[in-house]
């Protein structure tokens, strides 16, 4: 990175990509015994499992920053996979009920994390279904095996761990995972606009965030240390 690069409005890079998000998500393991899934709702087929037919879909590749509606941003993070909008139209779409228009699109983790993105963001460039994170498959830490990838949104957006796809006409479908409050959800979520929120100035959320960012970075520090001695 070179050292010049300005961060976008209000964020400031640092050196180190680590496991970060809500606390409440710290705690998650994964059940390694299972296949993993990729479930869609919202279509006519019940329990549409699409991770399989993900491998015959085109392969992308991307480069883009991280940014994290903290203020945190990780430079230049390699990505590759599918895209959402291939996603979408070569496997979803086919099973929509006939006149049905979602315009939302609901990302679950197997953590229970979740979060939502117009459909039409959803759709950019850019916006992906990724397997692979600098040369290798995507790390438990970043959200292994399959993790939405949205380089424009700032990381809450960027689900891991993704389980369900859900197709949704109003924004009252889903909330975001409790006790978080909606406030920390913005619908949209778009970096350059900074989205951060819902009802408050951009400034105000990154106050607010502020005393939260080191306390969240160790507990996840601390819980990955308690794994790997498992
Ligand atoms: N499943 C899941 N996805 C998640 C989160 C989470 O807690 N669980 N946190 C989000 C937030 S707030 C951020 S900043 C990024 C952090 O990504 P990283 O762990 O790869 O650094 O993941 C996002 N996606
Ligand atoms: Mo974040």
New binding site residues.
């Given amino acids: 990175m070179s050292d010049k690069r300005q961060p976008p409005h209000g964020q400031r890079y640092i050196t180190h ?6 606390p ?3 705690f ?1 393991k994964p059940d390694e015994s299972k296949p993993w899934q990729l479930t869609v709702k919202g279509t006519t087929a019940a329990n549409l499992d699409i991770k399989p037919q993900l491998a015959a879909l085109p392969r992308q590749h991307q480069t883009a920053d ?1 940014h ?3 203020s ?1 941003s ?1 430079a230049d993070v390699s990505w590759a996979g599918v895209a959402f909008a291939d996603v979408y139209n070569q496997l979803i779409k086919p099973h929509l009920p006939e006149g049905n228009s979602p315009n939302i699109v609901v990302f ?6 979740v ?1 939502s993105l117009p459909l039409e963001d959803a759709l950019a460039d850019g916006v992906m279904i990724a397997d692979e994170m600098n040369g290798a498959p995507i790390h438990f ?3 292994a095996p399959l ?2 990838v949205a380089p424009k949104h ?9 389980r369900t796809i859900e197709l949704a006409d109003s924004e009252g479908a889903y909330t975001f ?1 409790k006790p978080w409050p909606r406030l920390m959800e913005h619908p949209r979520g778009r970096v350059d606009y900074q989205e951060r929120g819902r009802h408050l100035p951009p400034w105000l959320f990154r106050w607010l965030y502020l005393p939260i960012v080191w306390p969240t970075r160790l507990l ?1 520090r601390q819980v990955a240390k308690g794994r790997r001695s498992d």
């Fill in positions: 990509f680590e496991r970060f998000g809500l409440t998500f710290a998650y991280f994290c509606v903290t945190w990780y679950r983790g197997d953590d229970s994390y979060t830490d970043h959200g993790r939405l700032y990381g809450y957006k960027n689900v891991k761990h993704l995972p996840f």
